[in-house]
């Protein structure tokens, strides 16, 4: 035993003593971001007369022959597990619904259902990211993907995007970005916080880049139903040669507004799935049952409720242009899909601490930019999943308001 561990005035060994501390997370836990959001949504909570233009999920009701499957199947008693990979009925109806809507042979096997597309980013950011690994991400994001990635040692490199181009991704920069590390890129389109819609071009051409220099696609389509403009939606299954490096990931929760029910996949290559399908049983098991079932209604019921709700959310999107528009300082565009803007104010100008103001001040809850990325701390995210009645009152506050800030 060496001499240091010996007590010095009665050489026995000496009794280790850990200091007591606070709970020891795992490093990890570092790369997980002090959520900027909960301080506004906590101070929102505390007032009254709030409007909320902070709302990630949609407000429109579930359709109710989706409500009625949910019910229907507990009352069946469809309440124990479903098999790893999923209900069978909900994988048949997933790869009949893919096949046609994108002209492509696929099996059960090529899907894993997921808790919500969540669980879904989840499996394929844990298990793949890892030292010595770059995943390319777009800036601004959505705030999983870079704080899953590093959580796991991976790293990340951002791409930033702009108001002043519909926050469109230049596949010649995504190109030039690719390098010796560069492991994996994340898709997201239509994007959260910007709304962007990427054209198939854009999607083709990085696809076939990745293809070929064998960089992995992890694809985020939770949105891809509500699209306001363009109707040839680019989802990378109807870009792809083959899906060897591709996951396309979605879920119920935007398209059928079911986002509570926790319902989502992964779409890849049957090797894929296959190890995915193990690491899910190790972490949520399987999906919730009843929900699955609502599944199955809302892929093989009616899609006029989508188209509907689609129409909604486009009016609102065209009515919050306009009033971004209005506003001093702020710098709108044109947002493709998904319901959120994400204007900036003049640079240098502090998003969070504005944020902050501004419900103090006129009662309107927005998101501050750099919940979102590196890049973003003079944006605001605006979500839309609000009426217009309610946008217009929001912006009657917001307008004066912003008139009389001084940068
Ligand atoms: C881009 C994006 N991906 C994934 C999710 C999570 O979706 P789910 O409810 O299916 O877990 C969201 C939710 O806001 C999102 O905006």
Not at 48 to 70: E, F, N
Not at 102 to 112: G, M, S
């Amino acid at each position: 035993m060496p001499e240091a561990a010996r007590d010095a005035t009665t050489a026995q060994p000496r009794k280790i003593k850990y200091r007591k501390s606070k709970a020891r997370w795992h490093p990890s836990m570092q790369a997980i971001p002090v959520p900027g959001i909960r301080r506004m949504v906590n101070m929102a909570a505390t007032m009254k007369d709030v409007i909320h233009l902070s709302i990630g999920q949609p407000d429109l009701p579930t359709p109710p022959h989706i409500v009625d499957a949910y019910i229907d199947a507990l009352r069946a008693g469809q309440t124990g597990y479903t098999m790893d990979a999923g209900l069978p009925e909900l994988l048949v109806a997933l790869r009949d619904y893919y096949g046609k809507r994108y002209n492509r042979k696929l099996t059960r096997d090529n899907i894993l259902i997921t808790s919500g597309a969540t669980e879904a980013m989840y499996l394929a950011i844990s298990a793949t990211a890892a030292p010595g690994r770059q995943f390319i991400v777009t800036d601004p994001s959505f705030l999983l993907y870079a704080p899953l990635i590093r959580m796991n040692g991976g790293e990340v490199k951002f791409i930033p995007t702009h108001p002043e181009n519909n926050h469109q991704l230049d596949p010649d920069e995504v190109i030039r970005a690719m390098g010796s590390r560069t492991f994996a890129i994340i898709l997201n389109s239509p994007n959260n916080p910007t709304g962007a819609v990427y054209p198939r071009s854009t999607i083709e051409t990085i696809v076939e880049e990745c293809a070929y220099r064998g960089i992995q696609i992890y694809s985020d389509e939770v949105y891809d139903h509500l699209i306001f403009d363009d109707d040839d939606y680019a989802s990378v299954l109807s870009c792809a040669v083959d899906l060897d490096n591709i996951m396309c990931i979605s879920s119920f929760s935007k398209t059928y507004s079911m986002a509570g029910l926790r319902v989502g996949w992964v779409i890849s290559s049957q090797a894929a799935i296959k190890s995915l399908r193990r690491y899910h049983m190790f972490t949520t098991s399987v999906a919730n049952t009843p929900s699955q079932f609502a599944g199955v209604a809302a892929l093989t019921g009616d899609q006029q409720c989508t188209r509907d709700m689609v129409n909604i959310y486009r009016e609102r999107r065209d009515k919050i242009m306009d009033l971004i528009d209005e506003t001093p300082h702020l710098t709108g565009y044109k947002p493709g899909g998904a319901f959120f803007s994400f204007p900036n104010l003049p640079p240098h100008v502090d998003g969070s601490d504005l944020a902050l103001r501004m419900l103090k001040e006129t009662g309107v809850c927005v998101v501050p930019g750099d919940a979102f990325g590196e890049d973003t701390a003079n944006a605001l995210r605006f979500s839309f999943s609000t009426s217009c009645e309610k946008l217009e009152e929001a912006f009657d506050r917001i307008i004066p308001w912003m008139a009389k800030q001084q940068f």
